[in-house]
């Protein structure tokens, strides 16, 4: 069956923030006046072990179990945590290519978002960006419902869709949540190739830029 329906995630893949969580993080530790314990890299696999209701509990979690794991103090840990500043979501700009990438996908393409952040937040960077409505369907992360990779989200947007795996191809730049999970959804992943974590998982397409879907890879 032919592909009608492109689901695209939406953080380093459609838009990011100017500034990097590197530089963030780094700032934050100076806020909190903690000479540097740790760096983003260490944060990653936190991120997959816990959760949390907001952002601020899901960095003390995180930043607490480092500091547990590597014998500091965990007060610092937490004065980190409560000193990192949430990128303002209306300073989202476009990755190169992706405006016109979805220009060219929307004239052909059904288009729907399967993204790993909140309604709030990412509805506000869709404001801000300007395409709120180039998307059928918006399947965003929902309390108490597991996001990518699992295949959840995937099927819940097929289903709003109304198409089948088969007729649909899902772009991201996360081999682990955004390839692992579409193919864990039976969907044909198109992987945004960027300096991610290894993971043993081969996407069915690689692209170096969004501004290639122009063209796209699939048949
Ligand atoms: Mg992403």
Request: a negative charge.
């Amino acid at each position: 069956m032919s592909v009608s329906t492109v689901l695209l995630d939406l953080d380093d893949t459609i838009c990011a923030h100017p500034g990097s969580p590197e530089a963030r993080l780094a700032d934050a530790f100076g806020r909190a006046g903690v000479e540097p314990f740790f760096d983003v890299a260490d944060v990653r696999p936190w991120l997959a072990r816990v959760t949390a209701e907001t952002e601020l509990e899901l960095r003390e979690r995180c930043f607490g179990g480092i500091a547990d794991e590597l014998g500091r103090d965990r007060a610092d840990a937490l004065a980190v945590a409560r000193a990192y500043e949430d990128p303002d979501p209306e300073a989202v700009g476009f990755l190169p290519g992706a405006e016109a990438a979805l220009g060219a996908l929307g004239a052909n393409y059904d288009l729907a978002l399967v993204t790993n952040g909140g309604r709030e937040t990412q509805t506000a960077k869709l404001a801000a960006l300007g395409i709120a409505d180039r998307f059928e369907a918006t399947t965003f992360a929902e309390p108490g419902r597991p996001v990518k990779p699992d295949p959840d989200p995937f099927d819940r947007t097929l289903a709003t869709m109304g198409v089948s795996a088969s007729e649909a191809v899902h772009v991201g730049n996360s081999l682990r949540s955004d390839v692992a999970g579409a193919q864990a959804a039976g969907v044909e992943a198109v992987w945004l190739s960027t300096a991610d974590e290894p993971v043993a998982v081969t996407s069915e397409h690689t692209i170096n830029s969004m501004g290639e879907l122009r063209t796209p890879p699939w048949t």
